[in-house]
């Protein structure tokens, strides 16, 4: 009996042993969280509700095919409550281009590299250089692609619920003022506001309905 007392008392001295050079070296931790967390504290720590995204009827606007002017086409998007991602959304519906018989005003080969909203209603879309490398080189081509993203980007549908209106779009390239890289035709400096002359006057035309 007396010796497997001892042998009881040396492996329990030994287990406290290893215990206190684990935990000296920081492999084991006996600590305990302050605050437990319930099960469903833990579930809403784990989880982060995305914005509601639900489909929208809006109008991207293209070019009639004589480049007299912008003709809306009306399409359902997936949009949220956030105003730069919904910006994205257009402007990429935008590049890929009408199917109804319109004419693009951006190139595809173009790429949204940022957005971002300046104050309270001026928003700024930062492209590719490919969007004017690859344009025609015009007045009038250059002209009908801004005032096209002006119109897609300021309408109600794209703004975020709340806040007030954007009414205004300054473009960049690549991170600059496009004069920095391009010979344009258009004033890029100041940010442009929608100016309606630039509507054909025609009915917005359905997605597919050429």
Do not use: C
């Not at 995204?53 to 004589?66: H, I, P």
């Not at 909203?117 to 700024?124: A, I, K, W, Y």
């Not at 391009?182 to 054909?200: A, L, Q, Y």
Request: net charge negative; aromatic share 6%; charged share 25%.
């Amino acid at each position: 009996m007396m010796a497997w007392a001892m042998l009881t008392l040396f492996l329990v001295f030994s287990l406290v042993l290893l215990a206190h050079q684990l935990m000296a070296g920081g492999e084991l931790s006996l600590s305990l969280p302050d605050t437990p967390l319930t099960g469903q504290q833990a579930r809403e720590d784990e989880y982060v509700a995305p914005d509601p995204v639900q489909r929208r009827q809006v109008r991207l606007y293209f070019a009639e095919t004589d480049g007299s002017g912008l003709t809306a086409e009306r399409r359902r998007i997936h949009l949220g409550g956030e105003l730069t991602d919904n910006a994205r959304r257009l402007l990429d519906a935008l590049i890929e281009g009408p199917t109804s018989g319109l004419a693009p005003i951006a190139p595809p080969s173009a790429e949204v590299r940022a957005v971002y909203l300046m104050g309270d209603s001026e928003l700024v879309v930062d492209f590719s250089r490919e969007l004017l490398q690859d344009l025609p080189k015009s007045a009038t081509s250059e002209a009908l692609l801004v005032h096209g993203v002006v119109h897609t980007l300021t309408q109600s549908a794209a703004q975020e619920n709340g806040n007030t209106p954007v009414d205004r779009v300054r473009i960049l390239i690549e991170g600059a003022s496009p004069h920095q890289s391009f010979s344009t035709h258009f004033d890029f400096d100041d940010p442009v506001r929608r100016d309606r002359d630039w509507e054909s006057g025609q009915p917005a035309v359905d997605e597919g309905n050429v």
